[in-house]
């Protein structure tokens, strides 16, 4: 099939879930399609794959031409091929999910979307076709990701309180923590290092600041070391 002047296949795409976390709320990348089918309606970017290119070049090409988001790193998250997830025909659809910082990026809609921005999660309307499934799914992911393995290096700024660094937490899983077990759990796998610095120009008591020790928070991550944050 050729699309846009390209060849591509025609009977499986890419979607990619992205996760911003902004004034402590996590939030989606969504883009508004200016094509049928479902047009006007908001959906995850993606798009038909290349005959010749992989998937996870796939992936970061659609992710940039529909949103102008480029150079993240994405993971695959699953595959979903319901019979009837597309009106037109059978296709099926690989789903890949990342974390970033959304003010690092200038969002620009591509050639088949009207609207590109950032949905709170709390405020994801119905989107196009299994969109919502694919959501659900990657944030299932996320969640039980966040459970287990440090988090926060993609989606926090260079310098956090431990505040910023719980309420991260707390956004993605859906309910409050523990503050005290919050910490206690933190500070024994050594991720992070407490700076001598506090917050600046807040109307409160001053927060002490925190950065991500990158070399150790890689290291936990490639050793698959667990932990049970939930309390």
């Known amino acids: 099939m050729i699309y846009n002047g390209e060849e591509v296949l025609d009977n499986i795409t890419i979607d990619c ?39 996870d070049s796939a992936a970061r090409r659609l992710l940039e031409e529909a949103t102008g988001v480029r150079d993240i790193f994405m993971k695959q998250v699953a595959c979903f091929g319901n019979v009837s997830r597309f009106p037109e025909k059978r296709i099926i659809t690989i789903s890949y999910s990342a974390l970033v910082q959304p003010k690092g990026f200038a969002l620009r809609p591509g050639p088949d ?30 969640r039980n990701h966040v459970r287990h393995y440090p988090i926060g290096l993609e989606l926090l700024p260079e310098k ?22 919050f910490r206690t759990k933190i500070f024994k796998l050594k991720v992070i290092r407490a700076l001598n610095e506090w917050q600046k120009e807040v109307s409160h008591r001053p927060a002490q600041l925190y950065s991500f020790d990158k070399d150790v928070y890689y290291k936990v991550v490639a050793d698959e070391y667990e932990y049970e944050l939930v309390i």
């Open 113 to 142: 979307t009207s609207e590109v921005s950032w949905l709170a999660l709390e405020e994801v309307p119905q989107l196009t076709f299994d969109h919502n499934e694919i959501l659900e799914a990657s944030l299932k992911t996320l």
């Open 160 to 181: 956090f309180t431990l505040s910023q660094l719980q309420a991260l937490h707390e956004a993605i899983i859906g309910k409050p923590l523990n503050k005290r077990n």
């Open 17 to 55: 879930t992205i996760f911003g976390f902004e004034r402590n709320r996590l939030k989606i990348l969504l883009v508004k399609r200016d094509i049928e089918p479902q047009k006007g309606l908001w959906a995850l970017p993606g798009g038909w794959i290349g005959v010749n290119e992989d998937l």
